[in-house]
């Protein structure tokens, strides 16, 4: 066969073979980077409405009028919604110097997750 005929015929097997078991190599890794990617974009998403609730609740909680007797009470409420299908459930527990701890707890496959956010009021329920 002629070098030049040789030259515009194609790919020898050889070379796709090697092709190929190049990608067989890198293809899992890949995928393996992908996936990881998506479960941490899926766990930001999650926070992030879990901290916009926790917020949600602090907003209210600086709008109601009887904080400061509730604060002596010294009791936690609890409140539940449902954002995208995923339940959170948050937790106001009033502290001795006036504060607020505000706890968002939900579960990601099965593992329970939480944040904390901390709010200080005056007596009036109004932001200091």
């Known amino acids: 066969m002629d070098p030049q005929m040789r030259a515009r ?4 097997i050889l070379e796709v073979l090697v092709a190929l078991i190049i990608l067989a190599i890198i293809l899992p890794g890949l995928a393996g980077m992908i996936i990881s990617s998506r479960k941490a974009q899926t766990a930001n998403i999650h926070m992030d409405q879990a901290y916009a609730y926790g917020q949600l609740l602090m907003d209210s909680l600086a ?4 904080w400061a007797h509730w604060t002596g009470s010294q009791s936690s409420k609890s409140a539940s919604t449902t954002i995208a299908g995923k339940t959170y459930t ?3 527990t009033p502290l001795p110097s006036g504060s607020a701890l505000i706890r968002v ?4 496959g099965n593992t329970p997750h ?5 709010e200080v009021l005056s007596s009036s329920g109004l932001y200091r």
């Open 114 to 118: 939480s944040i904390q956010l901390r």
């Open 105 to 108: 707890d939900w579960v990601q």
């Open 90 to 92: 948050g937790t106001i």
């Open 9 to 12: 015929s194609g790919m020898s």
């Open 63 to 66: 709008l109601t009028p009887n």
